[in-house]
Nanobody, 122 residues
Framework: QVQLVESGGGLVQAGGSLRLSCTAS????????MAWFRQAPGKEREFVAA?????YYADSVKGRFTISRDNAKNTVYLQMNSLKPEDTAVYYC??????????????????WGPGTQVTVSS
């Protein structure tokens, strides 16, 4: 049974950077597509970035965020630069066993972490 745990969230000023980590325990996940989603207060959860055989990004974070993985450490990262107040949200790590190409759909993901809060002050 795979469990995902995020870390690295916090409070940062606009223009600053944070790096989120998502570590998997229970079994290796090196072949799993992985993604980051986020949910701001009063809004629906939205896709941020995914890593499969390549990487994908939401238009709102393209050029500012970078997703990567270290399979030896069973960890996926989200490097967030040039943060904006509108990036404030709870960020969730997700993994899917099925390899669905619909990387932007949260229903395609089987495993989720509990989330980590990112707050960007103006």
């Amino acid at each position: 049974q795979v469990q995902l745990v995020e870390s690295g969230g916090g409070l940062v000023q606009a223009g600053g950077s944070l790096r989120l980590s998502c570590t998997a325990s229970g079994r290796t996940f090196s072949n799993w597509p992985m993604a980051w989603f986020r949910q701001a207060p009063g809004k629906e959860r939205e896709f941020v970035a995914a890593i499969m055989w390549t990487t994908y990004y939401a238009d709102s974070v393209k050029g500012r965020f970078t997703i990567s993985r270290d399979n030896a450490k069973n960890t996926v990262y989200l490097q967030m630069n040039s943060l904006k107040p509108e990036d404030t949200a709870v960020y969730y790590c997700a993994g899917q066993r099925g390899g669905s190409p619909a990387y932007w759909r949260d229903v395609e993901y089987d495993k989720w972490g509990p989330g980590t809060q990112v707050t960007v002050s103006s």
